[in-house]
């Protein structure tokens, strides 16, 4: 790792490329990677390419991209030419995409040709540049390679300090409306610093690449960090299904992986979870530490067996899943952050992780626990240090609202905080529920108790003037046993109407009466549903009903269901 010395972008971009040259540092899997010293040269080349496009410093400079190697040259060269980087998730909507381009004022949109359809009509409006070639799309008159190649030479990187705004990064929220976090320099670069404290990474280290780069998560864990320390990242060029994924990581045998949890809970519940409980001999307690210990390596060697360091965030692990993790000593690591902090505030070495909680803070980063009640502990968890935001671009009113007078932010997050300094995230502000008689619900937890069923793919809870009620996705082989009686039904009815010298209306009775039976089915399997949950639970949290969410919940960038959705739509 290079020695930090200006906490800026540039400064990363070129010490990177002189101290690892010649080791990989970005590639699309199946294909030759770029290497270090290569990622000077092409940034500046980006730099001198706004430059002449009459990009100046403070211009914003949006990037809209699927995850890919010149996504990070085109955000090294943006932040070289002193301007501010706009990521752009590719999952925003059309209109979406607009009102960031017209709220952060883009001077310019770098974009892949797979996302043009996406930003129609934006073209008169802005320099549209293509994210593979730096081919000028519209705009002013581009340069010839030749006199390209000479600015780029001759190319001067503006001076950069550390507090100056380095990018603006869009979330949906939980309100449903994006606003504009700005993070400048210092907070990026010193996020990543001082993540050493959790993420030790050398230049042997390989990452598969699998989140957005957009999202905060991605960009400073997954990208700054390992151009830090000359590590290499491999992206893939379809979104990473288990049919993708599997393949690439055998390929590439990463040493690291960052993840939401949804990804292991999957893996977990339809192929870890039946295999174990099939077993006869899971079921001893003598041979069970050392069954799950086993069903670890398999895991370790589904992800390519050199796994060091997967880290999991952006949500909460469900509770069985991070158990089996732990007792099946897979090295896993959980991270608590927000795009606000850069994003890590607080997380932990793989090994060292207490189970079900988040751990201590980054290094420099302090975090407190405010209003806290009494009888628990529980109160809001602050956060005060470097990685911090400004404040919300254009946004003053909002900046406000998420400082406290002495100068902690915000988070919206409950918490609790052990004797050692160690965090436990119990959920947001926002969703928690207050019962009857005061208590504190918290449904995070309550939907960990769902998801754990058999017949529960997702879920959510809400509270309303009856009490508590959980929507739930029901698995799809769950879903298809209940369709066969329907199936089996309609198929007869459909036979009957071919043959009408057979007594069709008898038929489609028993039609009537296979749907019927699917439909109290269903209830019942609710019914089931509710009361297995229910003997888990506090009798505070009880959950009063159980319906069926039969659409997918429309999910955030980090597969996180959209809570603001819920239960309007209904």
């Not at 430059?51 to 085109?74: F, Y």
């Not at 992780?353 to 980063?365: D, E, L, N, Q, S």
């Not at 504190?440 to 069923?453: D, G, M, R």
Request: one cysteine or more; glycine letters at 8%.
């Amino acid at each position: 790792m290079y020695t930090v010395r200006s906490f800026t972008i540039p400064e990363l971009v070129m010490e990177s490329s002189k101290a690892h040259a010649k080791r990989p540092a970005l590639a699309m899997l199946g294909q030759d990677p770029i290497l270090y010293g290569e990622i000077e040269t092409r940034s500046r080349r980006v730099a001198a390419l706004l430059g002449t496009l009459g990009i100046v410093k403070g211009d914003r400079v949006a990037l809209l991209s699927e995850n890919r190697p010149e996504w990070g040259v085109a955000a090294f060269g943006i932040s070289c030419a002193g301007a501010i980087i706009v990521p752009i998730l590719t999952d925003f909507t059309n209109e979406q995409i607009a009102n960031i381009l017209e709220h952060s004022a883009s001077s310019a949109l770098i974009v892949s040709k797979r996302l043009l359809p996406k930003i129609e009509g934006q073209g008169s409006k802005r320099i549209l540049i293509s994210v593979e070639d730096m081919e000028v799309l519209s705009g002013p008159p581009a340069p010839s390679a030749g006199a390209l190649d000479a600015a780029a030479a001759s190319f001067s990187i503006p001076k950069v300090e550390a507090d100056d705004l380095a990018a603006i990064f869009y979330t949906s929220g939980t309100t449903g409306h994006s606003k504009g976090v700005m993070l400048t320099h210092r907070n990026i670069i010193y996020d990543a610093w001082a993540c050493s404290v959790f993420i030790v990474l050398n230049r042997r280290d390989r990452l598969v690449s699998i989140l957005p780069l957009a999202h905060t998560y991605e960009f400073t864990i997954g990208f700054i960090i390992p151009m830090m320390h000359g590590s290499a990242v491999w992206y893939l060029d379809k979104p990473p299904s288990a049919k993708i994924l599997l393949p690439a990581v055998k390929a590439v045998r990463p040493t690291l992986i960052l993840s939401v949890p949804l990804v292991l809970e999957k893996i977990y519940r339809s192929n870890i979870q039946p295999a174990l409980e099939a077993m006869p001999a899971y079921k001893s307690p003598l041979l069970r530490p050392l069954i799950i210990r086993i069903a670890g390596k398999k895991l370790m060697k589904t992800f390519g067996g050199k796994i060091r360091f997967f880290g999991l965030g952006g949500a909460p692990v469900a509770a069985d899943v991070e158990t089996f993790l732990s007792k099946a000593r897979f090295p896993y690591s959980i991270g608590y952050g927000l795009t606000e902090t850069a994003p890590m505030v607080a997380g932990n070495k793989p090994g060292r992780v207490v189970v079900h909680t988040t751990g201590f803070a980054a290094k420099g980063v302090e975090m407190r626990i405010a209003d806290k009640r009494a009888d628990t502990g529980e109160g809001e968890i602050q956060i005060r240090g470097p990685n911090v935001t400004p404040g919300y671009y254009k946004d003053p009113e909002k900046t406000k609202e998420i400082f406290t007078d002495d100068g902690w932010f915000r988070s919206g997050d409950l918490g609790v905080m052990d004797e050692k300094g160690r965090v436990t995230v119990r959920g947001r502000l926002k969703t928690m529920i207050l019962g009857a008689s005061g208590e504190n619900i918290y449904p995070e937890e309550i939907e960990a108790v769902l998801n754990s069923s058999p017949y529960v793919l997702e879920s959510l809870v809400y509270g309303d003037e009856a009490g508590l009620t959980a929507l739930v996705q029901l698995k799809p082989e769950v879903l298809e046993e209940l369709g066969a009686l329907v199936k089996d039904g309609i198929e007869e009815a459909e036979e009957a109407a071919k043959n009408l010298g057979h007594a069709v209306e008898e038929a489609i009775g028993h039609a009537g009466e296979s749907i019927g039976h699917a439909e109290k089915a269903a209830a019942q399997l609710l019914d089931r549903i509710k009361k297995d949950a229910n003997v888990r639970l506090a009798a505070f949290s009880r959950l009063g009903k159980v319906k069926l969410q039969v659409e997918p919940f429309e999910k955030t960038p980090k597969q996180s269901i959209k809570r603001f959705l819920y239960p309007k739509k209904r």
